[in-house]
């Protein structure tokens, strides 16, 4: 008899206005996207994981990117429709979107919360206009501001994400931008290090960033002035304000990916498998591969990984008793990362997994 195991969706939505100067996710610019022809491809994507899976639990719902924000609310209300047929959605799901300033008003938001959104995830990167631009963002502060103030007052769950570490961008530079996140009252923010990433106009461009030391400074930075606490590497909130959708991934449970280019890890019958593509694109995962996957997600996060039988078989023990600054088990039977070992977080899982 089929396990019928919880799933999280993720689903992508590829479509922005245009390309930011620094991004390197599967996007692509269309100013008339064809959301019929998208709307049919998700439904057919669900269908099919109806039939793989049977009427599984959905705790989280998220809507990724691109700008799903540029999505019709009619479009997300039949996937949403499709989803609650096919499925069984929790009561409690959190179903977020992200959302791009300049991109959704008062009303569609509305429509959007009608038709299931509670969670609001705002792509607002800089408060500086001349930065924005830098960035190749298509809207201005004031824009971004206006949007952060409609949604608290329509009582939706609010996330803003930031950029930081830009080129001559110093300590004084963030300690404003956190100060300023501080004054908008959010109880979620992202704060993400700018990377350049290849075959990107800022991968083109000679900029002259801020190095590692500079990076970690900020970095320390930002804990020592946001009034929101760190939950996982990038990501600040109040308690029971964080992301149940990137805890519940980042923890290790199964998730669905929906959309062209998004992934998944499945769960059927007590085994693993990778979703490399949607529909039925996906392989079998070893229980070591898992496990490593879970290791570079579940340090990521404050309250780390759970050293179930699966993790203790593929690290290195002593490394974390020789290395009590960088690692520690908690009293729950969690291996955790210090301030310190999150500031040199690739290499300390390079050395700690065997």
Known sequence: MLMLIAHNIYIHVPF????????????????????????????????????????INIPTIFFGGGTP??????????????????????????ITL???????????????????????????QSLDDEKLKFLGRRHNSQTALTLIKIAQKKNVRLSADFIYGLPNETIKDVIKTCKEIN????????????????FTPFGKMNLQMP????????????????????????????????????????????????????????LIENQWYEQLGNNEKFERLSDIARAEERIITGLRQVRGVYLDSDIKKIINMQYIK???????????????????GMLILDDLILNLVR
């Open 16 to 55: 922005c206005i245009s390309k930011c100067n620094y991004c390197a996710f599967f996007s692509r610019a269309c100013t008339k996207p064809d959301w019929q022809l998208y709307e049919n491809n998700i439904i057919k994507e669900i269908e099919f994981w109806s039939q793989k899976l049977g009427k």
């Open 211 to 266: 190095s590692n030391e500079e990076m970690a400074d900020m970095y320390s930075t930002i804990s020592e002035t946001l009034k929101l606490p760190r939950y996982e590497v990038s990501n600040y909130a109040m308690l029971g304000e964080e992301c149940r959708h990137n805890l519940n991934v980042w923890d290790g449970q199964p998730y669905i990916g929906l959309g062209q280019a998004a992934a998944g890890r499945i």
């Open 322 to 340: 020789s290395n009590p600054d960088l690692l520690q088990v908690n009293s729950d039977g969690r291996l955790v990362t210090t301030e310190k």
């Open 69 to 94: 924000s540029l999505m019709p609310p009619e479009t997300f209300n039949k996937i949403i429709s499709k989803i609650s047929s096919a499925f069984s959605i929790d009561d409690k799901c959190e």
């Open 183 to 198: 004054s908008l009252g959010l109880t979620h923010c992202s704060m993400y290090e700018l990377t350049i990433e290849p």
């Open 98 to 124: 992200e959302a791009n300033p300049g991109t959704i008003n008062s009303e569609k938001l509305s429509d959007f919360i009608n038709a299931g959104v509670n969670r609001l995830s705002i792509g607002v």
